[in-house]
């Protein structure tokens, strides 16, 4: 069982392009966590859309969730609820974009076709 979260976790975090993904969700995930605590608004901020929208697919299912818990504001429990969410849908998307990338490009130790 740990062997096989570790081969997710790596497929996740072993190339550029999943952690550049994840770099961005952090850093939306941070903005919002920021305009949520510190800067008041007269009127309702989408700062917590932001990080719901890049992790879609997987973070659409937030909608069967009750009110609050989609943009976070529903109190302390639904902000960790879409926290885990969110960093649940960022890192089953970067492992299948590194599982992804690894059938697209070749092997390094592979032979070519017509060598």
Same mark, same amino acid.
């Given at each position: 069982?740990?062997?096989?979260?570790?081969? +997710? /976790?790596?497929?996740? @975090?072993? $190339?550029?392009?999943?952690? &550049?993904?994840?770099? %961005?969700?952090?850093a939306?995930?941070?903005?919002?966590?920021v305009?949520?605590?510190?800067?008041?608004?007269?009127?309702?901020?989408?700062?917590?859309?932001?990080?719901?929208?890049?992790?879609?697919?997987?973070?659409?299912?937030?909608? +069967? /969730?009750?009110?609050? @818990?989609? $943009?976070?504001?529903?109190? &302390?429990?639904?902000? %960790?609820?879409?926290?885990?969410?969110?960093?649940?849908?960022?890192?089953?998307?970067?492992?299948?974009?590194?599982?992804?990338?690894r059938?697209?490009?070749?092997?390094?130790?592979?032979?070519?076709?017509?060598?």
């Open positions: 069982m740990n062997n096989n979260r570790r081969n +997710l /976790l790596t497929l996740a @975090t072993d $190339n550029w392009l999943s952690r &550049g993904y994840l770099a %961005v969700v952090v939306a995930t941070g903005f919002f966590l305009d949520t605590f510190f800067v008041s608004h007269t009127d309702a901020s989408m700062s917590g859309a932001v990080p719901w929208l890049l992790t879609a697919p997987l973070s659409l299912l937030y909608t +069967l /969730l009750p009110e609050g @818990t989609l $943009n976070g504001t529903g109190g &302390g429990a639904f902000l %960790v609820l879409y926290l885990v969410g969110i960093a649940a849908a960022a890192l089953a998307n970067a492992g299948f974009m590194g599982f992804a990338l059938k697209i490009r070749p092997a390094s130790g592979r032979a070519t076709a017509g060598a």
